[in-house]
């Protein structure tokens, strides 16, 4: 019987890693460190509101059902790799705050085993089912194409062990097409030839270990798709260039069988000047003008959404309507700071506009509520890791309970429907059907009296809104 192209492929990905799987146990290879990661640190358990102690949740209780739904499920928490087991506490100002007791300078194989194996310690303590990834934060570059792929089938086969222990899951993966000098006009938006093509391979082999994860999404995030100044830049050209680019994907995940959504994450500007999926809005359009719109969706970042000036549940309602809501990335800025400071999100009332558009959306699922979110660079104590977590899931977890108080009262949902509710006529009807041309309107007015227009009524809907907190 022949086998599909997708299903040789997936295979020859397995037997790869299997290799080097069975190639290490031969070698009795071990990456140096011995007993656990996080000592002293207790899996993190939900203590209910009135406890004081820090390593615990106050209001996330994974198994709590909340509008017919358990939190977990509602949420699907997820630790981003690169923050948490990559960063470094360095700024443009400052050398690196962070040393944890793991890492020893090295960007080897060897400690990106280790650093795996404290990945697969940290989310089983923390209680979390899913993990993200860039292929380059998992796995050492290479001097070549042929050996970074070595280094990232390495490590790839250690995660896929790790995984078949603790039952963990790959929310989604990337590739990191914006640190290596050869990115810095782009990827799939580069003026060079030989750079589309690298970008191209780079995501191919990304695509691929997500895939043999079992990854649930893949994500594009184009930091560097997009200009420094149109005055040298062909911007037409570009976007052609990244719709075609992304097409190519689409074919080759139909080819591999990955059957995972592939995600692209808005972002406004940083490090680009203009950025080309500048909002949640603009990469709708790009998506439907390259006839994308059946093959993406959206991956929403908070922080992301002030950068280009709007706020988070902006971005998250436009996603929603537009059917492309998949993914967030539950994180915030500073509203003193302008740029992209990847804080863990702790605005209870934010959380809760999030929260109503989720519930909305029936859930988010196959995406989940990824922490991009780093520590402050003052912040250098391990317990630190867990703290920021725990308080982000708590946050999360409020905003859900506010959110499902405000439609259980459904006060502000009605408050809404009066607003509107003289469309709600025939009429009205025959608008929003698009039957009532300019002509029946006029027709209409003449018939009536001068229009009454009633109160907004905002103070009202902050003050229910509020009331839930």
Same mark, same amino acid.
């Given at each position: ?51 004081? @102690? ?162 649930? @999404?893949?994500?594009?995030?184009? /930091? ?70 059946? =093959? ?137 059907? /698009? ?23 905002? =103070? ?10």
């Amino acid at each position: 019987m022949k086998m599909k192209t997708g299903k040789i492929l997936l295979l020859l990905v397995c037997l790869k890693a299997f290799c080097y799987a069975v190639q290490a146990s031969k070698r009795g290879d071990s990456d140096g460190w011995e007993g656990e990661f996080f000592t002293g640190i207790p899996k993190i358990k939900y203590e209910g509101r009135s406890s004081k @102690n820090p390593l615990a949740f106050k209001w996330y209780n994974a198994e709590e059902e909340v509008l017919g739904k358990k939190m977990k499920d509602w949420f699907r928490f997820s630790v981003a790799f690169w923050h948490t087991f990559r960063g470094t506490g360095g700024d443009p100002f400052g050398a690196p705050t962070k040393n944890w007791p793991w890492e020893d300078g090295t960007n080897s194989l060897k400690m990106a085993k280790r650093r795996m194996r404290a990945n697969f310690e940290f989310i089983d303590k923390l209680g979390v089912d899913f993990w993200c990834f860039h292929d380059r934060d998992i796995a050492p570059d290479g001097q070549t194409l042929e050996e970074a792929n070595e280094n990232l089938d390495e490590v790839v086969a250690l995660a896929k062990d790790l995984q078949s222990k603790s039952n963990k899951k790959v929310l989604w993966g990337t590739a990191q097409l914006f640190m290596h000098s050869r990115y810095m006009h782009g990827g799939a938006t580069s003026s060079e030839l030989q750079v589309y093509a690298y970008a191209a391979a780079q995501v191919k082999k990304a695509m691929e270990v997500t895939h043999y994860l079992g990854g649930e @999404n893949y994500v594009f995030w184009g /930091g560097r798709e997009g200009y420094q100044s149109l005055l040298n830049t062909d911007m037409e050209r570009e976007l052609n260039h990244l719709g075609t680019f992304l097409h190519a994907a689409v074919r080759h995940k139909k080819k591999i069988g990955f059957n995972g959504t592939l995600l692209i994450e808005p972002k406004p500007q940083e490090p680009t000047k203009h950025q080309y999926d500048w909002d949640a809005a603009t990469t709708a359009n790009f998506l439907r003008k390259y006839g994308l719109t059946e =093959e993406f969706k959206l991956n929403i970042e908070c922080n992301h959404a002030t950068l280009s000036g709007h706020s988070c549940h902006h971005e998250i309602e436009t996603a929603r309507i537009n059917g492309m809501l998949g993914n967030i990335d539950a994180n915030t800025g500073d509203p003193q700071v302008g740029w992209d400071t990847d804080q863990f999100l702790i605005d209870i009332p934010e959380a809760t506009m999030i929260m109503l558009s989720v519930i909305k959306n029936g859930g988010i699922a196959p995406g989940g509520f990824n922490f991009d979110a780093k520590l402050r660079r003052e912040s250098t104590d391990v317990e630190d890791l867990f703290i920021a977590h725990i308080v982000g899931m708590d946050t999360m977890a409020r905003g859900l309970k506010n959110a499902a108080k405000l439609i259980e009262d459904g006060s502000l949902a009605e408050l809404v429907r009066k607003r509107y509710q003289s469309f709600d006529t025939k009429l009205g009807a025959q608008i929003e059907n /698009g039957e009532a041309d300019f002509e029946l309107l006029e027709k209409k007015v003449k018939e009536m009296d001068e229009p009454k227009v009633a109160s907004a009524k905002q =103070e009202l809907a902050e003050l229910i809104f509020q009331s839930a907190m």
